[in-house]
């Protein structure tokens, strides 16, 4: 779940170059993978010795911590988890570790970039000790590495889940970066998605790529249904694309009341658009936002997800009052958000409030690190439809349909991964 | 019998002296070069001629050999002997010669000329530039670019001269929060470019500063006898060292060409356009010189945005290794049409190409292109016979034959090349061949990507998007303009600043 951005810099001239505000505005443009901490490690011009910074809460904090520093290599992660940082390990070799997703042969994510850490910091040549990793923990991670040497090399694991993608910035920059979004902000050109079991490691002077045997692509789909941003391409999918097919799949043979379609904001907008537009009702902005933009499902205690979403979320009078509403979210964790939107409308003046899911119902945890809840903790793990509705308060509920999902996202040698809603998990599994 | 002398010692000058041993001519062929080509040798002694090393960039040393030797026929493969006359001198000495005069070369050799030239005459397809003679001016300019946001903040910066490809950097400066680090890398850039300029006494200017512009380039090259212009099909060199379009800039790490006179992404519109950018300038370079250009002129075109084929750069010879690409398709016999050439009768003889398409890799060792000195010295394996059992050809690049062992000067020292119906099939037998050319205790570096058909869907989405855009301008009138408006200052046009500069004051 976390946000990666690795840069290295190339040829003449290279170590002119100081990367790390670079590494900061993509990492800006990564929140949405996660607010509660960041972490960026580089190799310092000065000392030419491996430097990190860490800390909890938001990433513009970090930019009076490097202020006068330089490096020109850097790799940035952005978390969901407080003290989810990028790992430093000293062996042989000085090597710095960042991960989005998880292997299953460890705890955590750090006890992973700790393991990992040490198969590349032992000294043998990175690029073959990056093959070995993706090889040995084959499921469920994207990552980056930076070693002391200037070297930064990145790869996601056999079984590909999580996204990870590469480009350029002229003829001196290359840049990995989980989405395409965080490449257009820092101003470099989207080259391609790096492949399932694909290794790839850069040095001023070279840039390798390897691709372990019997790799496949098992992205996760719960990148498209809430974590990427809508602006970006992820597994070599147009996200924007993808949500806007959601509502298609909700609008088609939806006959419910309807005066007004209303997105909870913000992931839901394409879904509640497309929606929208195919059963030909008005779409109205519903909602208006004090503070920060916040991304409440990924806070930590249930009180400060109440918090930033009550801040988010205060209705339109005029826009809900004696209407019909349907109501779309991209989908149900816990259910008290909808719990309290729905409230809330209906205090407005909300005659029905139908609420469309854009996703199937998450039944499972995920045990490649995305923050699902256990399973005790999620509504429709636990719940029939009709007491979900009841808990709720709304007139009727939807989810989209396993299959739709699936179907949107399958291709040629692409299988998603849908595990959490009750469907396949990527390197088949098994999971309680 | 027919006696061929040629000058230059890369995997282009194989592939001519491959060209010049197949004509129906059978001619006894003589090569000079700084090293010795294993390809070009081994061509050389089979038709009883001679191979020289010594100096490619010396007139009185190449004209005299050739009429020692009693040639025919001289033909230049690469750049430098043209910025030092050998043309010229050969030519003087009586005896034919494919190359330019130095005067003519000069669209190659000075990038600035180039520019001022294509603006005197009104040539279309070009960009906005400004040259500084010293570090303080450039630093000054590129500065205040950075403050009133003019054309100059995204910029290209080059050495002002031809300079082995090297110093060019490409500096999209659109994110404001990100001046400050663009603005200390063109600063640290431009003493760089004058340090290394001053190796150069042939050249006033020293940096080049360019308007930055995207969009799909390609090379289209031509034959010229000064009268008559004909053009070759196009080629794209990659000049990315690494795949993904990731990494410094090399002479070139692969090229594509084919099926047919243009390539997938450049329409028929869009070639005849950059033909007559092309012709346009060996036509103001004759006026301004008086001379006859004599040889091949090359266009280093982009499909821009602003005006559609633009062109970014000249050579005055075949590149290397779009030579490759053409030469493969070449069905004319080379030395009939040399010889029309020099003999100013271009247009009596008809050029022919094959429809293939031809995909080039080079294989370079690692350290290109940075670093000649890990580059250079390493011992090549290589199994020829497997090469070819796998449908491809080798000509050897920068790579020296000495006591049976072949040993690399510091560049590409291998490029394959492979004729096929479309570009991908090409680029697969291509690649089923980049791991055979071997390095003994060092590593080799080429391009995958180059040929497939993700890259060439990029291409062509690119090509598309810009297309877009300068159809648009077009169908408004707007092709080649560029207004500004700067609050207090009002209306600006960028191009009367680069006539006021660059034109009206030299």
């Known amino acids: 779940m976390p946000g990666l951005i690795g840069i290295c810099s190339f040829g003449e001239g290279s170590e002119k170059w100081n990367v790390l505000r670079f590494t900061y505005y993509a990492m800006l443009a990564l929140q949405n993978r996660g607010q509660e901490a960041f972490s960026i490690a580089w190799v310092d011009k000065a000392t030419g010795s491996l430097r990190k910074v860490e800390a909890s809460g938001n990433v513009e904090e970090l930019l009076p911590l490097i202020d006068g520093s330089s490096g020109h290599v850097a790799i940035g992660m952005t978390s969901p988890l407080v003290s989810d940082h990028i790992v430093e390990v000293d062996g042989d070799v000085r090597v710095a570790v960042a991960m989005d997703g998880k292997t299953l042969d460890h705890r955590d994510r750090r006890e992973a970039c700790k393991a990992i850490g040490e198969e590349l910091s032992s000294g043998s040549p990175l690029h073959e000790s990056m093959l070995r990793v993706a090889t040995k923990y084959r499921v469920g991670y994207s990552f980056l590495v930076l070693t002391e040497k200037g070297e930064v090399g990145c790869g996601r694991s056999a079984v590909g889940l999580k996204p990870l993608t590469i480009g350029s910035i002229g003829f001196d920059l290359g840049c990995v970066a989980s989405e395409s979004s965080a490449l257009d902000v820092i101003g470099a050109t989207y080259s391609s998605i790096v492949g399932a079991g694909e290794i790839i490691t850069m040095t001023p002077l070279t840039l390798k790529r390897d691709r372990v045997i019997g790799a496949t692509e098992e992205p996760c789909t719960f990148e498209f249904v809430y974590l990427a941003r809508h602006d970006s391409v992820v597994f070599q999918e147009d996200v924007y694309r993808v949500r806007e097919e959601v509502g298609k799949c909700l609008a088609r043979g939806d006959e419910v009341d309807c005066d007004v379609v209303i997105g909870v904001p913000e992931t839901s907008y394409p879904i509640a658009l497309s929606y929208g537009a195919t059963r030909r009702r008005a779409v109205k902005l519903g909602f208006v936002r004090s503070g920060d933009h916040i991304r409440s499902a990924l806070k930590g205690s249930q009180l400060e997800r109440l918090i930033g979403l009550q801040l988010k979320l205060n209705p339109v009078p005029s826009v809900v009052d004696g209407k019909n509403v349907v109501l779309i979210d991209d989908s149900i964790v816990r259910g008290n958000t909808l719990k309290n939107v729905i409230s809330l409308l209906r205090r407005k003046g909300a005659v029905g409030v139908h609420v469309r899911i854009g996703s199937p119902q998450i039944v499972k945890t995920c045990p490649y690190g995305t923050e699902i809840p256990p399973r005790d903790e999620l509504i429709a793990g636990n719940l029939r439809l009709e007491d979900i509705k009841k808990v709720i308060g709304c007139d009727s509920i939807e989810f989209l349909r396993l299959e739709d999902l699936e179907r949107l996202i399958s291709k040629d040698n692409v299988r998603p991964c849908t595990g959490c809603f009750g469907g396949r998990y990527a390197g088949d599994v098994k999971v309680d | 019998m027919i006696k061929v002398l040629g000058i230059g010692g890369g995997a282009r000058e194989h592939s001519l002296a491959e060209k010049v041993a197949q004509s129906a001519h059978h001619p006894k062929i003589y090569w000079i070069s700084e090293w010795r080509n294993p390809g070009i040798y081994e061509i050389c002694r089979s038709t009883g001629g001679e191979y020289i090393i010594g100096s490619t960039t010396d007139p009185l040393f190449v004209s005299k050999r050739s009429k020692t030797l009693g040639v025919d026929l001289v033909i230049i493969g690469p750049e430098e002997p043209n910025f030092y006359g050998v043309a010229d001198a050969v030519r003087d000495a009586g005896i034919p010669c494919l190359g330019p005069y130095r005067d003519v070369a000069v669209i190659e050799q000075s990038k600035a000329a180039l520019r001022r030239l294509q603006w005197k005459y009104d040539i279309p397809g070009r960009l906005l530039f400004r040259t500084f003679r010293d570090v303080r001016s450039a630093k000054e300019a590129l500065n205040e670019a950075s403050k009133s946001l003019t054309w100059l903040q995204n910029v290209v910066l080059k050495p002002a001269r031809q300079a082995g490809g090297k110093g060019v950097k490409v500096i999209e400066d659109k994110q404001a929060y990100l001046l400050n680090e663009k603005l200390t890398f063109k600063m640290s850039h431009i003493e760089w470019l004058s340090d290394y300029m001053s190796g150069y006494e042939d050249i006033q200017d020293r940096v080049l500063a360019e308007e930055c512009v995207w969009g799909p380039e390609y090379t289209l090259h031509c034959f010229t006898d000064g009268k008559t212009v004909v053009g070759m099909p196009l080629v794209q060199d990659n000049k990315h060292a690494f795949d993904f379009d990731i990494g410094p800039e090399t002479g070139g790490m692969g090229s594509i060409s084919g099926p047919g006179m243009a390539l997938d992404f450049i329409t028929r519109e869009e070639y005849e356009r950059s033909l007559e950018i092309v012709r346009s300038v060996i036509r103001a370079i004759q006026d301004e010189t008086g001379k006859d250009y004599i040889g091949v002129a090359a266009g280093q075109m982009m499909v821009t945005e602003i005006e559609g084929p633009t062109l970014i750069e000249m050579y005055s010879r075949l590149g290397d290794p779009e030579a490759l690409n053409v030469l493969a398709v070449l069905k004319t016999d080379i ?118 058909r993700e890259l060439n869907e990029r291409r062509t989405e690119l090509a598309e998007k810009v297309r877009r855009l300068y159809k648009f301008r077009e169908s408004r009138g707007l092709l080649g303009s560029r207004l500004d408006w700067v609050p207090g200052m009002g209306l600006i046009d960028p191009a009367l600043e680069v006539k006021k500069y660059e034109v009206d004051r030299t």
């Open chain 2, 335 to 452: 030395l009939d049409l040399a010889f029309a050439i020099c003999e100013g009768r271009l247009s009596k003889v008809g050029v022919d190409f094959e429809k293939n398409a031809v995909v080039v890799k080079a294989v370079a060792p690692e350290g290109y292109p940075d670093r000649k000195d890990l580059a250079k010295g390493h011992e090549v394996l290589v199994d020829r016979d497997e090469v070819l059992k796998r449908g491809c050809k080798l000509y050897w690049g920068a790579a020296h034959l000495e006591d049976g062992r072949i040993v690399t000067t510091g560049s590409r020292f291998v490029e394959l090349v492979a004729k096929e119906r479309s570009v991908e099939r090409a680029a697969e037998l291509v690649n089923g061949c980049l791991g055979l050319p071997r390095l003994k205790g060092w590593r080799t570096l080429y391009r995958v990507d180059i040929g497939t």
